[in-house]
């Protein structure tokens, strides 16, 4: 198979890295990964080696991506750490083993396609066109050179091709997808009796015995995190400027400096020459547009007119014949870098070349029209409050300065920081870092660093945390508690509510399961549920897999059922919301699948394909994994 893989993969264009197997490794942080790593090696695949330092940085990225789509629900707690980076470390050997194989095997991605795959990432784009001069200088800001991040990118190439060669060996047939049409659409006639817990909480029976039972074999859901106490201080724009006192005379001033027009104005009448350049141009295209726009200038300052040259040079037909006019426009009209060079001309100047997603253009001011401006007693509190954040943005940067030497200068105190700037030392109660309160405490910073090894250690004020909501903040840990199972004593009302709620529905359970096994000996549903007290039977009901009219429960429990009792139950439990119900297949209606058009039949072919495809990808690594020498060195991990 690997013989039949290696041949699928000639011709291929892989311009996108797919698959679960492929770690994407963003540009900062990649020189950790190509630059050689540290000298702790955690894991060997064949002749090549995985150090610390590489499976800190996929734990990390793999952090940031759980933090990322979970938001304000990501708790760090929810995930076991060694647990996690034993994933992520097999990860990395998965897409080692490809690697190897695709380099054994002289599966190498063409310069084409590592120079797409470049110049198509935006990080490396201004105004959607790849920049050369962005590029090399955010490879030179992370200590990186073209040669080493090309080469990484072609390796992720290399294994996409190799993916791709692996998917593209599945094959779903007609027959396969009638037989999943006529499941999918399969409608079932289900009738359920339903059981509340709530009718069994007050026949649970509880002695100290059975709790102190039930505890030790559920101490974990007592667990508390590991907490610590803060003391910090804060500073931030908006606290500073209620200090600040402005004076009428400058309110009034910047006032007028707006009625005046010297300040921004509502709308501006401007012409342009435009020189076109076409989605994806190269780079002497590129060049040759702005060289034509340079020119065009050079002749407007030399005598010609603009509209004469508009008319001659500009690809924008619209307003070429007119002079290369747009009328009056304001900022959101346009692209931002034409706005903002727009904005920054006097009236009747001439702007340097300037490029957009179009192309490069040249662009002239020929009238300015001031805002309208409300009365200065509607105005007044509006412009202190503007004048007064300016003049705070100004003095906190000043005041962090110094707040971050007397923090430094006396570690074990804020005393001394929180004079100097005139702020209140605050102190926090117990806090997890899972803490999603509001102030201090909702800042994932603030928890990132309380929480740090070298912060548990020293006891020191921190550095200066650079808060997400604007400001600063500096804090120190005054007081730590190690992660503890609560005891029962501390617990004990908590705890009877959850025994008696977990017996409950442990009851109510046993009763639909019996409700459930009379209906499968070939008693009614109905009949049954009536020889149970506390059993409310519901009459079937047609429903499809994607009823909402039914309990999630019965529905989802009812399509995974026997459709005719001979070959499994066609009764059995599910879950409802409180409760539990015994669900019963009543009739079964088989789908059409020539009721489905060929854009959907394509759709589920599609579907098929990638998840044999998956599979496939989990079979070929497995079976590369087999033959490949692999050590793991648990003490480095």
Known sequence: MLL???????????????????????????????????????????????????LDQAYQQRQSEL??????????????????????????????????????????????????????????QVDGSFSRERYQDLLERNGLTAQAYEAQIRRDLSISLLQRAVESTTFTSEQTIDRLIALQSQRRELAWAALSARDYRDGIEMTDEDLQAWYEDNRERFREPEQVKLRYLTLSPATVAETIDISEDAIRARYEERATGSGEDAAREVRHILAAVSEGADDAAVEAAREEIADARDRIRGGESFAAVAEAVSDDSGSATNGGSLGEIEQGDV??????????LDEGALSEPVRTSSGWHLIEVTGVQAADMAPYEEMRDQIRDEIAMDRADRRVTELANEIEALAFENPSTLAPAADAAGLEVRSTDWIAQSTTDSGITSDSAVLETAFSESMLDTRENSDLIERSEGGYSVIRVTDYRAARVQPLEDVREEAETAYRREKASEAARTDAETIADAVNDGESLERATDRVANAEYNTPQWSDRNDRSLPAGVRERGFRLSADGERGDRAGVGRLSGGWAAVVVEAVESGDASAVDNERRSQLRQTLNDLDGQASVSAVVAALRDRTDIEVRERNL
């Open 4 to 54: 039949a893989i290696r041949d699928r993969t000639s011709g291929w264009i892989a311009y996108v890295i797919v698959g679960l197997l492929v770690i994407p490794f963003a540009l900062f942080g990649l020189y950790n990964y190509v630059g050689g790593g540290g000298p702790q090696v955690v894991a060997t695949v064949g002749d090549t080696e995985i150090t610390r330092t590489q």
């Open 67 to 124: 933090r990322r789509m979970m938001g304000d629900q990501y708790d760090p707690s929810m995930f076991s750490t060694d647990d996690l980076r034993r994933r992520v470390l097999e990860q990395l050997i998965d897409r080692q083993v490809l690697l190897n194989y695709a380099r054994d095997s002289r599966l190498r991605a063409s310069d084409e396609d590592v120079s797409q795959s470049v110049r198509s990432q935006s990080m490396f």
């Open 335 to 344: 692209p931002d870098a034409f706005a903002e060079a727009a904005w920054s």
